[in-house]
């Protein structure tokens, strides 16, 4: 149990576009998820908080106008990075939560690559 | 905020031998300490916790330890093998407070065959 899936696994995509990551629990409820990005041979870094049915929490540093996060339901959050440019090239990795518990699962990250 | 250190940065070990891996802890308040396992392009996977109220922690060939006097924890993996390389990531959370974790830097371990 507690699997959590990332849609799409890897993009490419132009300066300037905008990229939607997907985020599901398959087979649990999350209250909570998360969203981290990892520069390579980096540890995870923690940009928002993703609450079903409420605003996200950004954390320090995080344009929440750039990096848009949508949690529509119990089980999926989105994380849009609109107007992408170079530097925004990374791993993407959300976490689930399962409710009343501690333990976070993560999912299998994206790679976004912008040219 | 919380401020986890990890240390080593790299661990090289002989098949068989065991690795050690130590993180730091600033906040008193932390109360949840998971290990990870991230293996190359893929996301982490949480291989063994251990919470405040728990010293130690054994799963099979991997074990836990929580000082909170000294705010320390470790990760001791026995009888390593060519399949345990990976990068281990510690974490702390305060439950408290969202439930985000902050994670340590990271230990690239290599076990030579």
């Known amino acids: 149990g507690a699997v959590v899936s990332q849609h799409p696994s890897w993009v490419i995509c132009k300066s300037g576009t905008s990229v939607k990551i997907e985020c599901r629990s398959l087979?649990?409820?999350?209250?909570?998820m998360f969203w981290y990005r990892q520069f390579p041979k980096q540890s995870l870094m923690l940009m928002a908080t993703s609450n079903e049915g409420s605003k996200a929490t950004y954390e320090q540093g995080v344009e929440k106008d750039k990096f848009l996060i949508n949690h529509a339901s119990l089980t999926l959050s989105t994380l849009t990075v609109t107007s992408a440019h170079p530097e925004d090239s990374s791993f993407y990795i959300c976490?689930?939560?399962?409710?009343?518990?501690?333990?976070?699962?993560f999912g299998p990250g994206t790679r976004l690559t912008v040219l | 905020g919380e401020n986890v250190e990890q240390h080593p940065s790299t661990l090289s070990v002989q098949e068989g031998d065991s690795a050690v891996i130590k993180c730091t802890y600033s906040d008193s308040a932390s109360n949840y300490f998971p290990w990870y396992k991230q293996e190359l392009g893929k996301g982490p996977q949480l291989i063994i916790d251990i919470r405040s109220n728990v010293g130690e922690k054994k799963d099979q060939r991997i074990a836990v330890t929580l000082n909170k006097t000294a705010k320390h924890f470790s990760l001791h993996i026995t009888e390593t093998q060519p399949e345990d390389s990976a990068v281990y990531f510690c974490a702390a959370m305060i439950k408290a407070a969202g439930n985000k974790l902050t994670f340590g830097g990271g230990t690239r371990v290599l076990v030579k065959p």
């Open positions: 087979d649990f409820q999350a209250t909570t």
């Open positions: 976490s689930a939560r399962q409710n009343r518990l501690n333990e976070q699962f």
